[in-house]
């Protein structure tokens, strides 16, 4: 089945949300700070779902204690 970009970066933007959590606090330092880079690397297919995975995750993250 054949997606619009509108779905994919809604798919995208609830997976972020949901899978944030996970890989954000893998690589964090104790005082918050990051290990290393996080890179998305995606097809031509895949870029909506990518920027919507990003901003999922941006959202989540700007709304968690740390």
Request: overall charge positive; cysteine-free; proline content about 2%.
């Amino acid at each position: 089945m054949n997606y619009s970009v509108a779905d994919g970066k809604d798919v995208g933007l609830n997976a972020g949300k949901r899978y944030a959590r996970y890989f954000l606090f893998a690589y964090q330092n104790k005082n918050g700070s990051f290990k290393e880079a996080i890179k998305i690397i995606t097809h031509s297919m895949g870029a909506a779902y990518a920027k919507g995975f990003i901003v999922g995750s941006i959202a989540w993250s700007t709304y968690q204690p740390y």
